[in-house]
């Protein structure tokens, strides 16, 4: 798709960010503006870090999320805010991927779990139109989908599924956890079905996949406070009512560096400031981020994220 072509797509994004900033403003959200770089990276166990090498010979890495330096700037008191940040993710390039992306975030003091996905789904609509939506729980959409009950369901369950449904299993199935094997039924066997002109909601995870979200007993369920929303089969946004907990935090960051190990992956230091923060106090509070490039990729119908972006990777 040659650049002039984009020229019209280009022009509408503009307009979007205008309108996201007045969508932010009538929620009375302050914009900030933190560093991409940091000497210290997002633990995550299935996402990987850029790294660039410093002039005095250390490491720095390039933020998949301003959600850390966003929280320090909360536990400080600057509460209720958002940014628009470019951030950066290493090995991501597809269809729907580029290692540079657009990312919309914010958090909210004092906010509900249903809130915050209302407000969500208010931002969506921005781009997308009013559509009708659906919600699921995680088990509730296993159970729809696949006739899986995860509370139930072993690992050996789980893998007699995917070998079953998938036209070539993957080598390594039978070194992979629950977690892995419920992630990979998702992804490949459900995903692609979820939102068909509707947006849907996906929420309430099991507990294991909390990520830095808060965890309660619904139903006498143990869940984490997490919720997606998809699109056409895409997901588009990732929300949690954050965790609090400094001691918890600093455990799950620690398990998910261990589990990074074990799948041959480097572990990644640890953010004491991020930790110190959440330490002084972090007010209750909800928060999500949510594509920019995705939902422009949606809005103007096409089929992959290099056409809704002025210079993907590949062109540059």
Known sequence: MSLESKIPLLKDRALMFKRAR????????????????????????????????????????????????MKRLISAGLTDIYQISHVYRYGEEGSLHNPEFTMVEWYQKGCSFDKIIGDTLSF??????????RAMSYRQMLLHFVSIDYL????????????????????????????TLLQYIVSFHIEPHLGKNELFVLKYFPASQAALSQVQTLNNEKVAERFEVYFEGIELANGYHELTDATEQRKRL??????????????????????????????????????????MMLRHKKPILSEAIAFAWSEL
């Open 152 to 179: 139930i369901a072993t690992d050996n369950d789980l893998r007699a599924y995917i070998k079953e449904n998938s036209d070539s299993a993957p080598s390594s199935l039978s070194t992979w956890d629950k977690d």
């Open 254 to 295: 620690i398990e998910s560096n261990k589990k990074r190990l074990l799948l041959g992956k480097e572990d990644l230091p640890l953010d004491h400031n991020f930790i110190a923060a959440l330490e002084k106090g972090l007010p209750d509070c909800c928060g999500v981020a949510v594509g920019f490039d995705r939902l």
């Open 22 to 69: 007045l969508f932010f403003e009538e929620l009375q959200l302050i914009e900030v503006d933190t560093p991409i770089l940091s000497p210290t990276a997002p633990i995550d166990l299935h996402i990987d870090i850029m790294e660039t090498k410093m002039h005095d010979k250390k490491v720095g890495y390039f933020h998949s999320s301003p959600e850390y330096a």
């Open 124 to 133: 969506i609509r921005l781009f997308l139109g009013d559509l009708p939506v």
